[in-house]
């Protein structure tokens, strides 16, 4: 079955500074990569979402990129603010397939005022 | 209006006991899941269902046993509580399967077994 691998599992930025979450995957087969962002006491939220087809994917202060060769996929943040600070975490899944989504172990980000 | 609400947000229970949590969508999706987050925050499936019919069953133990009424509720029935079914379980919605599109999650119900 499909392994995701995250790093790091803590990460501490100053507010304005970039934050980046790294993830790997194992089943070439693979090609829907959604991250989502679980603040405390709540449940995870999708903030975005790549497939196999696009390289990279922006959404205001949110990337993702991903590399199909190498099979990891990033997830940045600019401009980080302190509602940033949650758990992130990656996954990765086969559209379409019964199999479900496997996820990565989550990244608990800090930002610093 | 919440979206996917689930009952109780904490349980604290004696372990042999047996304890369920209710799970609801008002979204309008076909398939639920419950997933289980240990203390370390690994989010792992336990169960997916589609359209009142179980689909996944992630080798979680007979003493967790589901239910859906209807297309719109699936709650967990656990039996025999352990001191290791500590966690918090949260129940998910989708409107095609997780491997496709968006997972909608419920605020988690954090079980603890004394």
């Known amino acids: 079955g499909e392994n995701v691998e995250q790093h790091p599992s803590t990460l501490s930025v100053q507010e304005g500074d970039s934050a980046v979450i790294k993830c790997t995957y194992s089943?070439?087969?693979?090609?829907?990569f959604p991250w989502y962002k679980q603040e405390l006491g709540k449940g995870p939220q999708l903030i975005i979402d790549i497939r196999s087809n696009v390289g990279e994917k922006k959404d205001q202060r949110i990337a993702v990129t991903l590399n199909k060769t190498a099979k990891h996929f990033s997830l940045h943040i600019t401009e980080t603010q302190p509602e940033d600070s949650a758990v992130y975490f990656c996954?990765?899944?086969?559209?379409?397939?019964?199999?479900?989504?496997?996820f990565g172990s989550g990244t608990q980000l800090t930002v610093l005022p | 209006d919440t979206a996917v609400s689930q009952t109780p947000k904490y349980l604290v229970t004696q372990m042999g006991n047996d304890k369920s949590i209710k799970c609801e969508q008002n979204?309008?999706?076909?398939?639920m899941y419950w997933y289980k987050q240990d203390s370390k925050k690994f989010l792992k499936i336990m169960f997916s269902?589609?359209?009142?019919?179980?689909?996944i069953n992630e080798t979680v133990p007979n003493r967790f046993s589901p239910k859906s009424p209807d297309k719109a509720h699936l709650n967990l029935h656990i039996n025999s509580l352990e001191l290791g079914d500590s966690a918090v379980y949260f129940c998910?919605?989708?409107?095609?399967?997780?491997?496709?599109?968006?997972?909608?999650f419920g605020e988690g119900s954090r079980l603890t077994v004394l």
């Open positions: 269902y589609n359209n009142k019919e179980l689909i």
């Open positions: 979204l309008g999706h076909d398939t």
């Open positions: 996954a990765a899944s086969i559209t379409g397939s019964a199999r479900q989504l496997t």
């Open positions: 998910a919605s989708s409107k095609e399967g997780a491997a496709t599109g968006e997972l909608f």
């Open positions: 089943d070439s087969a693979s090609n829907y």
